[in-house]
């Protein structure tokens, strides 16, 4: 176990996001002078799979995954995932989760039903359990598709980083055109 | 500078660095985006070939012209490359010649989990291993500088979580005053014939011996003492595992994990109380260092199966009695959580195809590609998968040992990008031969899987030049094959009526469905279509749409005693019109 090191793990479906996210946290982290060091699957977890992005920072970080229990802040996109990934997480460990659902395909199909309860579930588990709903904030900044900006915004408030770091780094990671509404969004989430 | 890169980043970048210029590649996770960063260096000559043994082999011609080189791949990839590999051990190289394979321990995007050291140790060349980015450039440019020092190629092995992870990278500069290439008559070096090939054997066991010697002293390989109780020799990754999960222990990082060095070895050993090796998959290490006479713990204790992590390290120490057990996991939900594994895109041009094979009762020798997904539930459509190409040679060989009444089941499926790597022998064979099985070509006008790569017949090359098109209609009759034709997958009446028509037909013959993968962007090469809806009030709730499994497609359960019915989210229905072909009730309709 080393305390001086935080881990992030970024859950959710292929295709939401995850890897953008990870990269401007990991960006941010290093215009903050940390050592960072982030590690995710492509390839087949990118068409509708499980996918699980591991970033760590601190001094010096050795291993690029997060040790299994280790977890400091779990950033969920999505619920069923959110709940999927809770065994690596520290005790005491934040989770800050969309409020959003994707049916897997068991479910799709009429083989099995959408878990009801998850939300409680995480809850009875997770003392610092923050439920986002970022479409909807998303939508109040003016483009629904960056949900992922306002979670962001809500998990930098469990970091140690200036808003100005975060701000630059989404200015290099983000696109210009998009870049105005990814700041309000941040701004949002940050606001929670 | 400093920058964040992956591994693969880290690699071209240190191939850029070191003067490469020529890079030569295949497509194939996790090593992919190698070649893709290669060729954002101008200074790079960087081409996908049409499978990894022309890479290679493209590099070794580069090389023999005096030119630093590389040809990229994954490890699978080497199996198809290790033709030209062995033989380039013998002549060794001009300008150096660096082969990066990328492993994929754990198989999260591949059919085996093969350790690529042994071939390193069967071709008799050294092979590298970064454990972090930063690594993976250095040991880029090192390998580049030892190839030419020992006249010999040098791999350099990397691993999913290497290639895959990111960590901070200070750039350098690219060098200068390398030679000019030029060409050099040197028949008794290049030509390897058994006269010329048995003068340079020897000379390449001596090279081995001074690769070890070298490792001895290098910086590529290094010892440090900490307590002294236990030891650790690792490498790659693993290194990065056992200082997270065993700060305390004294450690020897291979740089060099071929050949190894067998004097600071013996130090290290000499120097601690008790040895481990900890690597991931075979007991490479483990293997050579007992057969040292040097006593060692190894896979009696770590995995030989799978990725490791600091978890399976940790637990694999305290079954040792080494560290504590690890404290109890919190957190696991007790709700049965349904698994989401990968599906094919809403809209995917190979959907209705395998809904149509199913139907069909077609036994499908399949092959590598995103269509590998068509084996799952609900299309449940593929009944083999071996290697790239061998979906052909398969079904080529199958027909031969069933009786008439069966061969007509037999349907070989095949994408364009593969039918290009090593399809193209296995049709000309079954033309060759007569196979009266049929043949699908997939051909969605892109390497999909690795995230949509130009192939010979997509028109364009890496760097997105146009290029010359392959015919694959052509290609198929040039082979040999009398009934070639093609149907647009999206048709499942044609579609379903070509595959009847060639399945029944006691001879080979190639059915090429034609339509662009979903996610190609750009150059209108994909057309999405008008998104579609279930009418509520029409919809009986038969599930027939559900079939295909589109993600775009839902199942919306009725309170007790009512039907459900299917519903269509909009945002990812790209219109493709299959399921709409599929209900009887006309139900599902454009949206107004
Ligand atoms: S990437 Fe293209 S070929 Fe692959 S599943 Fe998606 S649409 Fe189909
Ligand atoms: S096939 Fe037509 S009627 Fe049957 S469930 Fe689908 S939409 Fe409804
Ligand atoms: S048209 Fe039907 S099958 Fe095609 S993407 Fe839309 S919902 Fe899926």
Redesign the interface.
């Known amino acids: 176990m080393n305390s001086q090191i935080t881990n992030i793990l970024l859950v959710g479906v292929g295709g939401q996001g995850i890897l953008l996210a990870s990269e401007i946290l990991s960006e941010a982290f290093m215009l903050a002078g940390h050592d960072v060091k982030k590690s995710e699957i492509h390839g087949m977890s990118q068409r509708g799979g499980s996918v699980v992005s591991h970033v760590r920072f601190g001094s010096q970080v050795f291993s690029p995954v997060v040790p299994e229990g280790e977890g400091d802040i779990l950033f969920g996109f999505e619920l069923l995932e959110t709940c999927r990934y809770l065994p690596l997480l520290r005790p005491g460990a934040s989770v800050i989760a969309n409020d959003f659902r994707i049916p897997p395909p068991s479910v799709l199909l009429g083989q099995a039903l959408y878990p009801e309860g998850l939300v409680e579930s995480i809850r009875s588990q997770v003392s610092d359990f923050l439920l986002v709903d970022g479409l909807k904030l998303a939508s109040e900044a003016g483009n629904p598709r960056a949900a992922n900006t306002v979670l962001l915004g809500a998990v930098s408030n469990r970091l140690p980083l200036p808003e100005e770091i975060w701000l630059r780094a989404l200015e290099k990671m983000v696109p210009k055109k998009a870049l105005d509404i990814n700041i309000k969004a941040f701004a949002l989430g940050r606001s929670l | 500078m ?1 920058e ?1 890169l992956s591994g693969n980043e880290a690699i071209a970048r240190g191939a850029f660095e070191a003067g490469c210029r020529v890079a030569s590649a295949y497509p194939g ?2 090593s992919t985006e190698i070649l893709e960063n290669a060729c954002t260096y101008p200074e790079i000559d960087a081409s996908w070939a049409p499978n990894e043994k022309v890479a290679l082999e493209v590099a070794i011609g580069a090389s023999f012209g005096g030119a630093r080189s590389m040809a990229c791949m994954k490890h699978v990839g080497v199996n198809v490359a290790a033709d030209p590999l062995f033989t380039l051990s013998y002549t060794g190289v001009g300008g150096g010649l660096v082969l990066v394979v990328a492993d994929d321990p754990e198989m ?2 591949s059919q085996d989990e093969q350790d690529s050291r042994n071939y390193a140790r069967f071709a008799k060349v050294p092979m590298l291993e970064p454990a ?1 980015s930063m690594e993976c450039k250095e040991y880029t440019r090192m390998a580049f500088e030892l190839s030419e020092q020992f006249d010999t190629p040098v791999m350099l092995r990397s691993c ?3 290639s ?5 990278v200070e750039m350098g500069e690219r060098i200068t005053g390398l030679p000019e290439p030029k060409l050099v008559k040197n028949p008794a070096k290049l030509v390897m014939l058994p006269g010329n090939a048995r003068v340079r054997h020897p000379l390449v066991e001596e090279r081995t011996v001074r690769l070890s010697e070298y490792g001895d002293v290098s910086q590529l390989n290094r010892v440090e003492y900490r307590q002294k109780r236990i030891g650790v020799i690792c490498c790659g ?1 693993t290194y ?2 056992v ?3 065993l ?1 305390d222990v004294s450690t020897l990082k291979l740089g060099m994990v071929y050949p190894l060095p067998k004097q600071l070895i013996a130090e290290f050993a000499a120097q601690v109380e008790r040895l481990f090796v900890v690597e991931e998959l075979d007991p490479f290490i483990e293997d050579q260092v007992r057969a040292l006479g040097i006593a060692v713990t190894g896979k009696e204790i770590i995995p030989l199966c799978g990725e490791l ?3 399976r390290i ?1 637990t694999a120490f305290a079954s040792a009695g080494i560290t504590p057990p ?2 109890a ?17 809403p809209g995917c041009p190979h959907r209705g195809v395998f809904y149509l094979l199913n139907r069909a009762n077609a036994y499908v020798t399949g092959d590598i590609g ?1 269509y590998t ?1 068509g084996f ?3 299309l449940n459509a593929m009944d083999t998968c071996v290697c790239m190409g061998a979906s052909i040679s398969n079904g080529s060989g199958i027909v031969r040992v069933l009786p008439p009444e069966e061969q007509r089941r037999i349907v070989a499926v095949i994408g364009d990008s593969t039918f290009l790597h090593t399809g193209v022998n296995s049709l000309m064979e079954m033309a060759w031969n007569r196979s009266p099985a049929t043949v699908l070509i997939l051909d969605n006008r892109i390497t999909a ?3 949509r790569q130009e192939n010979p017949a997509s028109g364009f090359t890496l760097d997105g030049e146009a290029a010359p098109q392959v015919s694959i209609p052509d290609l198929c009759r040039a082979l040999g094959i009398r009934h070639v034709r093609e149907v647009d997958p999206y048709d499942l009446e044609a579609t379903k009526r070509a595959l009847d028509e060639e399945m029944n037909r006691p001879e080979p013959s190639v059915v090429i469905t034609t339509r662009a993968c979903c996610l190609i962007k750009g150059e209108d090469r994909f057309e999405k279509g008008t998104m579609l809806r279930v009418d509520q009030d029409a919809c009986t709730g038969c ?1 027939a749409c ?1 079939r295909i ?1 589109c ?1 775009a ?3 919306q ?1 009725a309170p007790e005693g009512k039907k ?1 019915k299917a519903f269509i989210d909009p945002l990812l229905c790209t219109g493709c019109t299959v399921c709409l072909q599929l209900c009887k009730f006309n139900a599902i309709g454009r949206a107004v």
């Open positions: 400093k964040i996770t996790p999260h995007s972090d999913t979580r290497i895959h992870g990111k960590s901070i990754v990065q595992y200082r997270e999960v700060p992590s600091p978890g940790r690890k404290t996991s919190p957190g696991a939900t007790n709700l049965a959580l349904p698994p989401r594994p990968p599906n094919m895109c995103c997904l799952m539930p609900p899987m690795t995230g599930k559900l499994g993600p497609i839902e199942w359960p459900g």
